[in-house]
């Protein structure tokens, strides 16, 4: 591979796809390395084609998830890694890239082969409590593996482990109280945010629908990110109830936030964490090995949140333990002083701060 031409930006791949929970942390990076040349990787069809900032050139390649058993799915889905890491392999070369960071799922597998096989660094960002199992398989590899909660490191005992937290978009490093100029609400009154991840939780959505009307009658107003999939946004109207598929502005809405129902994906539990905002978490029952029940625990162990299993939930237990915390506020302000303390403001940071050390120690 060719060597950078002196004073010519470093050029970063950024290999990050699917989720916003796998996004908005790489897309935070990139914004700390504005003098580097990045491109993306993603998958086509997957939310990155909508979420990556158009400065960054996005490059797709179909890879997908390792099924459990063998059997001819599986061998398919093996001939799909190799070539896929046959494509990473040449875009690196290609556009002659001196390191990758990931943030896991299954676009990071290939690009870390690809890549340490050209001796490129890479930098693998793990946000979750559990880590993945591309993660867990992948990491020996890489040349080091950041992580988001610090716990995290027991599952990964070959890696070269960096505790950074998980980095958050600039509007949440932003200063405090940013208004919510679209949403018409008093400054005075109680507000409930209900967040299902970034594409929305239609069984929490049921069971807030259901409780809903008992928090309007106690004086509170409800901001409700549905997702676009579910076909039952419309069936509760209330002129203090807003549902919304999707809301960029979402420091300002944490900021805001008397109490917020949450799913626990690590990317809504740390910008919680960094807006000091007390919540109620549902984990998603059915997400990969069920690490967002492991997520949500070392909020529940730091008091910092109530976690409830989706299993054991019903609408008026819902409607119940949201209405105590409502008359609680002190029990409030406790939540949000130890949610705070799990915050890291500057992982973003430091995360650009790896990637530089890293990818400019190999170029030197
Ligand atoms: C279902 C599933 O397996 N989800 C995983 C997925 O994240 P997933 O994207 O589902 O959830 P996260 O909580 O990590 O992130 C959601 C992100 O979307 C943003 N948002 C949400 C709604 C909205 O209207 N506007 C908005 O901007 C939130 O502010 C947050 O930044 O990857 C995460 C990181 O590996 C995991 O921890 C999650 O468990």
């Known amino acids: 591979m060719n060597s950078p031409a002196a004073n010519s930006p470093l050029r970063l791949l950024i290999a990050a796809s699917g989720t916003g929970g796998h996004l908005f942390p790489a897309i935070a990076v990139a914004e700390q390395l504005p003098d580097y040349k990045i ?5 086509p069809n997957r939310l990155e084609t909508q979420l990556v900032p158009a400065q960054y050139p996005l490059r797709t390649i179909p890879v997908e998830g390792f099924q459990q058993r063998l059997g001819l799915g599986t061998l398919k889905i093996l001939f799909r890694l190799i070539r896929s890491i046959g494509q990473v392999r040449h875009l690196l070369k290609q556009g002659n890239f001196q390191g990758v960071l990931t ?20 930098i693998l960002h793990e946000s979750n409590a559990l880590p993945g199992k591309v993660t867990r398989w992948f990491s020996p590899w890489c040349t080091a593996v950041a992580l988001g909660f610090e716990s995290a490191a027991q599952y990964l005992p070959k ?32 507000l409930i945010v209900v967040v299902g991840g970034s594409q929305g939780a239609v069984a929490v959505n049921r069971m807030v629908r259901q409780s809903a009307p008992a928090w309007l009658a106690a004086g509170a107003w409800i901001v409700h990110l549905t997702g676009d999939s579910d076909p039952e946004t419309q069936s509760l109207q ?32 740390t910008e919680l964490a ?14 990969a090995e069920d690490h967002q029940a492991h997520n949500a625990a070392i909020f529940a162990a730091a008091r910092a949140a109530q976690v409830y299993r989706q299993a054991d939930l019903t609408s008026e237990l819902l ?7 409502l008359r609680s506020p002190n029990l409030l302000q406790e939540m949000a ?17 790896l990637v530089r050390q890293l990818v400019e120690q190999k170029h030197q």
Do not use: C
């Open 319 to 325: 409607e119940a333990k949201v209405l105590e915390l």
């Open 39 to 43: 491109e993306w990787l993603g998958v």
């Open 274 to 287: 960094i807006t000091g905002t007390p919540s109620i978490l549902i984990p998603y029952p059915f997400a």
């Open 103 to 122: 943030t896991g799922g299954y676009i990071a597998g290939p690009s870390i082969i690809a890549a340490r096989s050209l001796g490129l660094p890479v």
């Open 238 to 269: 209330h002129p203090h109830y807003f549902a919304l598929p999707f809301y960029d502005n979402m420091a300002g809405l944490f900021q805001r936030a008397t109490l917020a129902i949450s799913r626990a994906g690590a990317g809504s539990l």
């Open 337 to 353: 002083t130890k949610t705070e303390s799990l915050a890291v403001a500057d992982s973003a940071e430091q995360l650009a701060a």
């Open 159 to 190: 890696a070269h482990n960096v505790y950074v937290g998980t980095p958050v978009r600039s509007q949440f490093r932003a200063a405090a109280n940013q208004p919510l100029e679209d949403l018409p609400i008093p400054a005075d009154v109680p």
